[in-house]
């Protein structure tokens, strides 16, 4: 098998015509539906179903489009990482990460890993579930997010559980004291990020859900600063991690919630038994004194 075995599969599978895939990949439709038919072949399976008006992918066919486009876009990271280290001779390390993680400790890690000049520090902003594909596609080094993901490929750490707090518009009543879970239930909720999969968002309508409240969730959004301007605009209260409130935001105020501590984790994301090259080794070594600093109370 080739890697033009897997563009030509990856371009029928997209497009469910021979034609259109044909055009869109510059050959002609008879070499490559024998190419389509020599990777059947080959692998053992159908990989479509042909009808009259089309294709269809088989369900062997859908798995090997997830592997297929994980394979290439790994090699897509590969190449350009290998662009850049002989260009810069530098190692490229990069690091995945939700936003709501970035107003603690991980500035204070990424600052002293940018202090080595062996290294080329990398960020991306992805909510945790797009980490885990961006890790197995060698896209990212690292991913810190708050969900937990089961994946065989990946090892998730929970490197501390952070309080949640509640930001309200700064002339709610509910600002006067911490308020209970139950009296927020009773105010509009902003919830993000918005979009499906497992998120923050689900996290925190979960610790509703689960003692049996039920939310108004008046407004999803994609990201923490647009939910604090909603908030601030008085339409309602957000759920964010206790760091947060360094932002100081005008016409927001953030307030502990009455109930018992409520918290999320921080999660650090890795490839599963990959060995720790230099630049790994750096940043947990790195963590390990964040996350003790967190721990003894030396870094609120």
Request: net charge neutral.
């Amino acid at each position: 098998m080739e890697l033009r075995h897997l563009r030509y599969f990856i371009a029928v599978a997209e497009e469910l015509n021979l034609t259109r895939a044909a055009e869109r990949l510059f050959i002609a439709q008879p070499p490559l539906t024998r190419q389509i038919k020599q990777l059947e072949e080959e692998l053992g399976v159908q990989l479509f179903i042909r009808k009259p008006r089309g294709l269809e992918l088989t369900q062997g066919g859908l798995y090997f489009l997830q592997q297929a486009r994980t394979i290439m876009e790994r090699l897509e990271a590969s190449i350009e990482g290998t662009r850049q280290i002989a260009q810069l001779r530098k190692t490229v390390f990069a690091i995945g990460f939700v936003p709501s993680v970035f107003y603690g400790q991980l500035p204070l890690m990424v600052r002293r890993l940018r202090r080595n000049k062996n290294l080329e520090i990398v960020l991306h902003e992805l909510k945790t579930q797009d980490q885990i594909e961006a890790l197995k596609s060698g896209k990212i080094d690292i991913g810190f997010g708050r969900v937990r993901i089961d994946d065989p490929d990946v090892e998730q750490e929970v490197l501390f559980n952070e309080p949640l707090i509640a930001a309200l518009p700064s002339s709610h009543p509910l600002t006067r004291e911490s308020p209970t879970m139950a009296e927020l239930a009773e105010v509009p909720m902003v919830t993000f990020p918005a979009g499906a999969g497992p998120s923050f968002a689900d996290v925190a309508l979960g610790l509703f859900h689960r003692r049996g409240l039920k939310l108004n969730v008046i407004q999803q959004v994609n990201d923490l600063q647009t939910a604090l301007s909603l908030v601030a605009s008085d339409m309602g209260f957000a759920l964010v991690p206790e760091q947060v409130h360094k932002l100081k935001r005008e016409g927001v105020e953030f307030v502990s919630v009455r109930d018992e501590q409520l918290s999320i984790p921080v999660i650090a994301s890795r490839r599963r038994g990959e060995n720790p090259n230099a630049a790994m080794r750096l940043v947990n070594t790195i963590l390990v004194e964040l996350v003790e600093n967190r721990l003894s109370g030396r870094y609120p």
